[in-house]
Structure formats: structure tokens, C-alpha cells
């Protein structure tokens, strides 16, 4: 009887199972605490193959990074539909983010906990991907608020710090929703918009709040 040949995975495949166990480990062990006999364990294949695809633990950790920025940028512009208004768009980009980061929270904790909180090139990785997702709040809120202000040139830097501080809002909403159960990416999603668009609501009918003068402060 011939010997039954089996089929080789495509490398292309077996690169992505090293990742997702690269991410799962990284995720819940954190980068300084993960092996390279762990991940290679969970993924099914030798510790040298991991080391044959992709050549160290820091090349490992940077492709995650990548994989997974790539991932949720994409979740998050693919959930805003073009043509509603500022609100909803806000609102259907926020569920996006929300319910990727809750569908995969050993990536999220490898993006906002374990990347950032290591040199780099780790933390530039992630930066990169936070000024994405910043440029388009940016361009929501800024888009909306020309409308408004019936200003076609009113310059970004109007509403870069909004954006900033809505996605560092976001970032760590995400964080809260991910360690308690019976929060809803909807939930999440439905809580900064109270807390955020009442205050953006009244800038895009051009009624912003100002700081009082000095001469009236005690």
C-alpha cells in the first residue's frame, strides 16, 4: 500500500494560527512574560518554525501590533456609513470600536495595555494607529461643524483636540466595558455619547462653551 501523502497548510495560513496564539498569549500574559515555547505550543507547530516565519519574539510581537491595529481601524471605518449626519456617524463608529474591542479583547489588551507600555518600537507601532483613528474623528467632527458654522474653511485644529480627547475617552472606556461582562458594546457606545455629544451637539449649533474672563474669577 503507498503511504498517504498530507497536505502542507499554506504558509500564508499557518502564519495567521501563530499570530492568533501570538495574540492570545501577548493579550493575557503580557510581552516580558510570553514564551516562545507557549506560543508555538498553542499554535501546534515547533518553536523553530515560529522563528523560521517570523525570525525573533520582538518581530512577533511587532506583526500583532500590526495585524491587529490593521483590523480595527478597518472595523471602525467600515462601520460608519457616508451621507448621515454627524451624530450618527459618531455614533456607528463608536459601536464599531466598541464591539470589535469587546469581540477581541486579548488584541485590544496587546494594542492600548501591552504596546504601549513597552519601548520601541512598540509604542510607535500603536501611535501610528491612534493618529489613523484620530485623523478620522478629526474629519467627522470638523465636516459637521463647517456644515454648522457655515464655514467651508474652518481649519481642523478647531477640532483636533475634541478628537483627541474622544478617542482617549474611547480607549479607555474600552478598558472598563472589557473588565465587567454586563457591559454592552452598545452600552459603552450609548455612554460616551451622553457624556460626549451634548457638549459637541451645542459646538456644531455654534454655541460652544467658553472659559470665564480673568477679571471675573475670584
Not at 76 to 100: M, N
Not at 115 to 141: N, Q, S
Not at 182 to 188: D, H, I, L, N
Request: hydrophobic letters at 45%.
Amino acid at each position: 500500500m503507498g503511504s498517504v501523502k498530507t497536505r502542507r497548510m499554506p504558509r500564508a495560513v499557518r502564519e495567521q494560527q501563530m499570530l492568533d496564539a501570538a495574540v492570545k498569549t501577548f493579550g493575557q500574559r503580557g510581552y516580558m512574560a510570553a514564551s516562545m515555547d507557549e506560543i508555538a505550543e498553542l499554535a501546534g507547530v515547533s518553536k523553530p518554525l515560529v522563528y523560521l516565519y517570523l525570525n525573533s519574539k520582538e518581530d512577533l510581537f511587532t506583526a500583532c501590533i500590526r495585524r491587529e491595529a490593521a483590523a480595527l481601524i478597518e472595523a471602525v471605518r467600515t462601520g460608519v456609513r457616508p451621507g448621515l449626519g454627524a451624530d450618527r456617524q459618531l455614533w456607528e463608529g463608536l459601536c464599531a470600536f466598541f464591539t470589535h474591542t469587546a469581540r477581541n479583547p486579548d488584541a485590544w489588551a496587546v494594542l492600548h495595555l501591552q504596546a504601549r507600555t513597552h519601548p520601541e518600537p512598540f509604542a510607535a507601532e500603536v501611535a501610528a494607529m491612534r493618529e489613523e483613528i484620530v485623523a478620522f474623528v478629526t474629519h467627522l467632527i470638523v465636516v459637521a461643524a463647517r456644515q454648522a458654522h457655515r464655514d467651508p474653511d474652518l481649519p481642523e485644529r478647531e477640532v483636533a483636540g475634541l478628537a483627541e480627547a474622544l478617542v482617549g475617552a474611547a480607549e479607555s472606556l474600552a478598558d472598563w466595558a472589557n473588565t465587567n461582562p454586563g457591559v454592552s458594546a452598545r452600552q459603552a457606545a450609548a455612554t460616551l455619547m451622553n457624556f460626549a455629544w451634548a457638549g459637541l451637539g451645542n459646538l456644531m449649533e455654534g454655541h460652544p462653551w467658553s472659559p470665564p474672563d480673568h477679571d471675573s474669577e475670584p
